[in-house]
């Protein structure tokens, strides 16, 4: 890439720094295997604070400049951000991804992380997940309920195959479109997904997933490579998670369900209803491929809450 490529990349930076972000990127890509929409967000949050600094500086941000920076000028750039209504957690990001950039400027003698880490992160409130009550979430997974849409029995066997794996075995989006034809869970009662961080997990497949699966691939109309993608979109390539998020969409509105209902809540309500009937937070953990507990600690508070709205509609003494 030359240098007019690099600064029209990063405008604001000089062309050695553009070179410097451009090669954190690629090692965030990878060797960290970062997935793309993070590596994606770190770009964007990094090209914005460049097109502040230049400004707020008045020239090119250069490796000098950024030694000069000041705790007084990152928080400049906080409260800007906040100005143009950035969410804290959205302002928190950038941080976390300035901090990373500079770290590998410093080795390089370009940058100063004192001021990055002296300044305060914001702080952001920890919203709870909000999953579908047990009868939405298997609504959503059945074909039936797209009866009257104008599609191939496929399509339809193709979606309802892919929201019960979301449901039935907890798996993000990612995860389940990165399956390969070869690991179709049609006959084995697991299946092995690549999650966050390049990670590997074994997660269980109930029999109405596998039936679900084993339907789409007996009325698929395209070969599928071993090695390819086992979910295919309508001309054969891999599948786009924009096309599970519209199909959801679709059916919300017919269902009568609010905006939360997304392909990603379905995630949520298979760990906070594994939770209600008992299932244990390490368990529950693994499943989700959680690296920390305290992350699938959430829906203890997810699932005490939904305890105490039913305590307070039917309880006698709670009216």
Not at 4 to 18: L, R, T, Y
Not at 153 to 173: F, H, P
Not at 242 to 247: T, Y
């Amino acid at each position: 890439m030359t240098g007019c490529e690099q600064i029209s990349v990063f405008p604001g930076a000089s062309v050695e720094i553009a070179a410097e972000a451009l090669s954190w990127l690629q090692f965030l890509a990878r060797e960290r295997r970062y997935s793309p929409l993070t590596v994606e967000s770190y770009a964007r949050d990094v090209r914005q604070f460049f097109t502040f600094a230049a400004e707020h500086f008045g020239c090119e941000v250069t490796g000098e400049a950024l030694r000069a920076l000041t705790p007084a000028d990152v928080r400049a750039f906080m409260a800007h951000r906040r100005s143009a209504g950035v969410s804290g957690r959205s302002i928190l990001r950038g941080l976390a991804a300035l901090r990373s950039l500079v770290r590998r400027l410093e080795r390089a003698g370009l940058g100063n992380t004192a001021p990055f880490i002296a300044v305060r992160s914001p702080k952001t409130p920890r919203s709870l997940p909000k999953p579908l009550t047990a009868g939405a979430a298997v609504q959503l997974t059945e074909p039936e309920t797209r009866a009257g849409e104008a599609r191939e029995q496929w399509v339809l066997a193709r979606d309802a195959a892919v929201l019960g794996l979301l449901y039935g075995s907890g798996l993000r989006i990612s995860e389940a479109l990165g399956l390969r034809r070869k690991d179709a869970p049609v006959s084995a009662d697991s299946v092995t997904v690549i999650g966050k961080g390049r990670k590997t997990r074994s997660v269980p497949v109930i029999e109405p997933v596998r039936a679900a699966v084993a339907e789409y691939l007996a009325l698929c109309p395209f070969p599928l490579a071993p090695e390819g993608p086992l979910f295919v979109g309508v001309r054969g390539g891999a599948l786009s998670p924009r096309i599970i998020q519209l199909a959801v969409e679709q059916m919300r509105g017919v269902l009568g369900l609010p905006d939360t209902a997304t392909p990603h809540a379905l995630r949520h309500s298979f760990a906070t209803h594994l939770l209600a009937r008992g299932g244990d937070l390490r368990s529950i953990q693994e499943l989700l491929g959680h690296a920390s507990l305290s992350t699938t600690q959430v829906y203890t508070a997810v699932d005490a809450t939904r305890l105490m709205d039913a305590w307070m509609s039917a309880h006698p003494r709670a009216r």
